[in-house]
């Protein structure tokens, strides 16, 4: 739904339908008082308080958040990384995780919530796909040594900007 940018955003607790609620963009740490002034759970992220509040609102109960279950045992934190490396679904961010990702990404490397996004439903691929796939959210650029050394082609906009 457009939002008229004239209009101003009301104050959270004022809002008693979900439908108004999803008309503007809230904080976390919005979403969290908020949750917190009405007895609701604050775990979770943005998206997921925003759709606990909601249903709140909509429905008038409390909706507990979903909690992830972990089927792998793998150590991000000691485990060797390397491109061919899984994601599992058991994936933090670590220190050893950073390391391997500014090795093969580049030093601009940096977590992202649209890289923490992408991992999260990419589980099953590989550490290789995790640096390509982190170039395609634009969280970061790709070295051009791990460009060459992973298969990975230059994008249209680097070419043009190189000719220029």
């Known amino acids: 739904m457009p939002r008229d940018p004239d209009s101003e955003r009301p104050a959270l607790e004022s809002i008693r339908r979900a439908a108004t609620f999803r008309r ?3 904080l976390k740490s919005e979403l969290v008082a908020f949750a917190r002034s009405k007895g609701l759970p604050t775990a979770g992220n943005r998206p997921e308080l925003t759709e606990r509040i909601a249903h709140w609102l ?5 909706k507990p958040p979903e909690r992830r279950v972990a089927t792998s045992r793998f ?7 390397t491109p061919e490396t899984l994601i599992t ?13 500014k090795t093969h990404a580049g030093t601009r490397f940096a977590f ?11 589980s099953d691929r590989t550490l290789a796909d995790a640096v390509r796939g982190g ?10 040594r791990t460009r060459k050394k992973l298969g990975i082609r230059r994008s249209g906009r680097e ?4 000719h220029s």
């Open 24 to 26: 503007w963009y809230w």
């Open 58 to 62: 909509s429905a008038g109960e409390v």
């Open 75 to 81: 150590d991000w934190r000691r485990e060797e990384l």
């Open 89 to 101: 679904d058991s994936y933090r961010n670590t220190r050893n995780m950073r390391a391997f990702m």
């Open 112 to 122: 992202s919530n649209e890289f923490m996004a992408w991992m999260r439903a990419n």
């Open 135 to 144: 170039e395609r959210v634009s969280s970061f650029r790709v070295a051009v």
């Open 159 to 162: 070419c043009r900007n190189r």
